[in-house]
């Protein structure tokens, strides 16, 4: 138990538009979501996080406006990169808890290109 | 605010061996979690182990152990009998106890292991 899916898993797009990246829960219900941002051999930084039927939580300097987060059902949160630009390029994980435990399990990643 | 340390950036062992990679944390809590995850190169991050705080025995895991000295706030994991699928990058994780919206993970910056055959 405890899958979590991201899609797509990897994704090109121009410069100026959106892309929304999905997290899934697919066997358990997840309370609490987070978004973490990844370039090459570095560790994960975490950009916020979210709870079922709330506001999410950044990090100080993630941008509110530039990367959307909702998270509408207790399976479903979703990141949306607004106006993508070149450093935008990054990999993205989510993972999830279920409610009243500590662990969290990641999602296998979306690597996005912004050209 | 809890930080999370290991300063090896890479590590090299030999099928078959035992490695051990080291972890240290700084916290003012008592009570709080411990973790290690693997990210091999697809970047799926696995749990590879995690630790109460309040348990004064060590976790285990079939070839993966933990040495967790609660005073020292050293966290380290031993590797035994090594395989050639256990070459990733290797996370240690710190989260406090309380649920909530301080739920987060303080991860350190990583530890490659390459596992020579």
């Known amino acids: 138990g405890a899958v979590v899916s991201q899609h797509p898993s990897r994704v090109i797009c121009k410069s100026g538009t959106s892309v929304k990246i999905e997290c899934r829960s697919l066997?358990?219900?997840?309370?609490?979501m987070f978004w973490y941002r990844q370039f090459p051999k570095q560790s994960l930084m975490l950009m916020a996080t979210?709870?079922?039927?709330?506001?999410?939580?950044?990090e100080q300097g993630v941008e509110k406006d530039k990367f959307l987060i909702n998270h509408a059902s207790l399976t479903l949160s979703t990141l949306t990169v607004t106006s993508a630009h070149p450093e935008d390029s990054s990999f993205y994980i989510c993972?999830?808890?279920?409610?009243?435990?500590?662990?969290?399990?990641f999602g296998p990643g979306t690597r996005l290109l912004v050209l | 605010a809890q930080t999370v340390t290991q300063s090896q950036p890479e590590m090299s062992v030999q099928e078959a061996e035992t490695v051990t990679l080291s972890c240290t944390y700084d916290?003012?809590?008592?009570?709080?979690?411990l973790f290690w995850y693997k990210q091999p190169p697809s970047r799926q991050m696995i749990l590879v182990i995690r630790?109460?705080?309040?348990?004064?025995q060590n976790a285990t895991e079939n070839r993966f152990s933990v040495n967790f000295q609660k005073a020292a706030k050293s966290f380290s994991l031993k590797i035994s009998d090594s395989q050639l699928g256990d070459a990733a990058m290797y996370f240690c994780?710190?989260?406090?106890?309380?649920?909530?919206?301080?739920?987060?993970?303080?991860f350190g910056k990583g530890i490659t292991l390459s596992v020579r055959p």
């Open positions: 979210s709870n079922e039927g709330s506001k999410a939580t950044y």
């Open positions: 916290t003012s809590e008592s009570d709080y979690y």
């Open positions: 630790q109460e705080a309040y348990k004064q």
């Open positions: 993972s999830a808890t279920r409610v009243y435990q500590e662990t969290q399990y």
């Open positions: 994780a710190y989260r406090t106890f309380n649920t909530g919206a301080n739920s987060k993970l303080t």
């Open positions: 066997d358990f219900q997840a309370t609490t």
